[in-house]
């Protein structure tokens, strides 16, 4: 069964940087594309960076020059460096990968980010 597992949230003070992961069990080749999606309390899920199989990369405006998504596909793992972070960025992100039979979604890792 496929699956995707993310890591590395926590609690930051504003200004300060993580880096999520996403570790899936298949080949991220097996892929259309990967993305970091979050979701705050009382919002809907949005996307927040995604790569395409072939490495091209897109950002939503409010991270473009924060965060940065990566991949080492020798390790079937997909990264997601934040920096400058702000409160505004507190929230559960997601791990999506695409694939022509579906999407398959990880639990969710917490970020929190105090003033």
């Known amino acids: 069964q496929v699956h995707v597992v993310e890591s590395g949230g926590g609690l930051v003070q504003a200004g300060g940087s993580l880096r999520l992961s996403c570790a899936a069990s298949?080949?991220?080749?097996?892929?259309?594309?990967m993305g970091w999606y979050r979701q705050a309390p009382g919002k809907q899920r949005e996307l927040v960076a995604a790569i395409t199989s072939a490495g091209s990369t897109n950002y939503v405006d409010f991270v473009k020059g924060r965060f940065t998504i990566s991949r080492d596909t020798a390790k079937n793992t997909l990264y997601l460096q934040m920096s400058s972070l702000k409160p505004g960025d507190t929230a559960v992100y997601y791990c999506?990968?695409?694939?022509?039979?579906?999407?398959?979604w990880g639990q969710g890792t917490q970020v929190t980010v105090s003033s």
């Open positions: 298949i080949s991220i080749f097996s892929f259309n594309a």
């Open positions: 999506n990968a695409h694939a022509g039979w579906g999407d398959c």
